[in-house]
């Protein structure tokens, strides 16, 4: 399973000269909230474009680096073409509210979950009801429905069916033992 959070911050190194292309400063999705690719820490030069590559030319996302195949992965892409980021895009998907279709707030996404082979679909929810309660109670896993149309991600709030609170479980002291249900 692989944890977005992780991603961020790691170096990006191209696979045929070893070269460090740059650091993973956010991931962004398509409009069905699909990863779409990473985008590069670009400085402040860009200031009208960011650096990206596609998720599809990702090789490998491993423990210290994401490894692209080479340099010509790296594109340019205007601001306004990525709506859909986890930190920095016109809609976040960190700290959207997720809510049940009867209307209970399950708590604020704190970090999301992915597949190691697809790495596309996101398979689960990290959330957070607080700092303050994420001491005393800790974070919660809540996995995604196994269909897609069945959660509705939206620019304001994620709704999950009904009774999805059942299958919020108390995320144990590392990421990896949260296990697929």
């Known amino acids: 399973m692989l944890r977005l959070q992780h991603l961020i911050g790691l170096p990006v190194i191209e696979m045929n000269a070893g070269k460090h292309v740059g650091h993973v400063k956010d991931a962004w999705f398509d409009e069905h909230w699909q990863l779409g690719g990473i985008i590069l820490d670009a400085g402040r030069r860009f200031l009208t474009s960011m650096k990206t590559v596609l998720w599809n030319e990702v090789l490998v996302c491993g423990e210290d680096a994401v ?13 306004a073409d990525v709506q859909r980021s986890f930190l920095t895009g016109t809609v976040r998907l960190k700290d959207l509210p997720v809510i049940t279709a009867h209307g209970e707030q399950l708590g604020r996404v704190s970090d999301v979950y992915f597949n190691d082979l697809q790495g596309t679909q996101i398979i689960g929810y990290e959330l957070t009801d607080g700092f303050i309660a994420d001491i005393m109670e800790g974070r919660k896993w809540l996995p995604a429905p196994l269909q897609a149309d069945e959660v509705m991600l939206g ?12 299958n919020l479980s108390p995320i144990a002291g590392s990421e990896t033992d949260i296990r697929e249900k």
Request: hydrophobic share 35%.
């Open 67 to 79: 490894i692209i195949m080479d340099e010509t992965s790296v594109k340019r892409t205007k601001q």
């Open 155 to 166: 620019n304001d709030v994620i709704i999950v069916p009904a009774g999805s609170e059942d």
